[in-house]
């Protein structure tokens, strides 16, 4: 079984930071990149942040110098900086496993249950 557990989201103002974190338990021997989905309010659920068992990365246009994804492979954790953050970034944030491949990353179906993140004005 996979297991993904997100914490760290909350309640801030824009400009603001966060730094969620995804902890990943079970057999995922399968996945070989990780992921944060954003999923705004009556919107569906986009992909935010990537990264690969290289340590490669790629962003959501609207995230680009703002948000940065790691992984910390000791712990089996991914975490999302998230920076400067904006009104239009409040979403819930789940955290995915999946994998990379020429530069694309294709999620499988391992999800945690969501982290809420708010921007106020």
């Known amino acids: 079984q996979v297991q993904l557990v997100e914490s760290g989201g909350g309640l801030v103002q824009a400009g603001g930071s966060l730094r969620p974190s995804c902890a990943a338990s079970?057999?995922?021997?399968?996945?070989?990149?990780m992921a944060w989905y954003g999923q705004p309010p009556g919107k569906q659920r986009e992909l935010v942040a990537a990264i690969a068992s290289s340590g490669s990365t790629n962003y959501a246009d609207s995230v680009k110098g703002r948000f940065t994804i790691s992984r910390d492979n000791a712990k089996n954790t991914v975490y999302l900086q998230m920076n400067s953050l904006k009104p239009e970034d409040t979403a819930v944030y789940y955290c995915?496993?999946?994998?990379?491949?020429?530069?694309?990353?294709?999620?499988?179906?391992?999800w945690g249950q969501g982290t809420q993140v708010t921007v106020s004005s």
């Open positions: 995915n496993g999946g994998s990379a491949f020429s530069g694309s990353y294709h999620p499988y179906d391992y």
């Open positions: 079970g057999i995922i021997v399968v996945i070989n990149a």
